[in-house]
C-alpha cells in the first residue's frame, strides 16, 4: 500500500516569498499528481507528471523517481495562492492522496 | 471549458435515510470516480467505474454505497442507510481514459451531512 507523506502540514509566508512544498511516497508509482482545494472544497489539477519538471506561470513541480519524491515550488507567491495544495499519486485506478499543505500568503 | 458538475452542493438527511449524490462527467470521458473527504482529513477513494462496471472500490465501499449510470450523462453515488460517519464531502472525478497519463478532473463536491 503506498503511503504519502507531505510537509510542512502548514506554511506561511510573506508576499512574494518563494515556498517549496515536499511530497514522499513509499511505492514506485506511474504518475504523481499536485492539486489545489480552496476553501469552498473544490479540487482543482495544477500538474501530473511521471518524470522531471513541469511549469506553469509561478508554479513549478518537480519528481525524482528513484528517491521517490516530488516538489511544489511557488515564485513570487501571492495571497490568492493561499489554499491546500495535496500531492497524489496514481495507484492502478486510483489516486492516493497525501494529508495536504495549508498555504497562507499574507500581504 | 469542460467540467464536472455535481448536484446537489450540499445534502443534509438523517441517520438511516438514502441518499443519492449526482454527478455530470464530462462528455467525451470514460472512467469514472468517487472520493470522499471527512472534514479535516484526506480525500480517499471509493470506487472507478468503467463501462457500466466498477473497476475497482476501497473498502469503505461496503454494501451499503452503490453507483450507477443510469442514463448517457449522470453518474450517481447511493448511500443505502446513512451513517453519521458517512458526512463528507464527496468528489466526483472523470477521465477521458482509465491509464495513468489520463488525468482526472474532479467536481466541485457535495458536501453530505447525517445528523
Known amino acids: 500500500k503506498n503511503e504519502v507523506e507531505q510537509s510542512p502540514q502548514n506554511l506561511t509566508a510573506q508576499e512574494g516569498e518563494f515556498i517549496t512544498i515536499n511530497c514522499s511516497y513509499s511505492v514506485g508509482i506511474s504518475a504523481l499528481h499536485w492539486l489545489q482545494q480552496h476553501p469552498g472544497g473544490g479540487i482543482v489539477s495544477l500538474f501530473m507528471?511521471?518524470?522531471g519538471k513541469k511549469k506553469h506561470g509561478r508554479l513549478i513541480a518537480t519528481i525524482n523517481i528513484q528517491e521517490k519524491h516530488s516538489s511544489l515550488h511557488i515564485t513570487a507567491s501571492h495571497p490568492r495562492d493561499s489554499a491546500v495544495y495535496i500531492c497524489a499519486v496514481r495507484d492502478t485506478d486510483k489516486l492516493i492522496f497525501g494529508t495536504g499543505t495549508r498555504l497562507q500568503v499574507f500581504p | 471549458e469542460p467540467e464536472v458538475t455535481q448536484t446537489p452542493s450540499h445534502q443534509v438527511t438523517q441517520m438511516g435515510q438514502e441518499v443519492i449524490l449526482r454527478c455530470v462527467p464530462i462528455?467525451?470521458?470514460?472512467?469514472f470516480y468517487w472520493y470522499r473527504q471527512i472534514l479535516g482529513q484526506k480525500v480517499e477513494f471509493l470506487v472507478s467505474f468503467y463501462n457500466n462496471e466498477i473497476s475497482e472500490k476501497s473498502e469503505i465501499f461496503d454494501d451499503q454505497f452503490s453507483v450507477e449510470r443510469p442514463d448517457g450523462s449522470n453518474f450517481t453515488l447511493k448511500i443505502r442507510s446513512t451513517k453519521l460517519e458517512d458526512s463528507a464531502m464527496y468528489f466526483c472525478?472523470?477521465?477521458?481514459?482509465?491509464?495513468?497519463?489520463?488525468?482526472?478532473?474532479f467536481g466541485p463536491g457535495t458536501r453530505l451531512t447525517v445528523t
Open positions: 472525478a472523470s477521465s477521458e481514459m482509465g491509464t495513468w497519463n489520463y488525468e482526472q478532473y
Open positions: 462528455s467525451n470521458h470514460l472512467y
Open positions: 507528471l511521471s518524470s
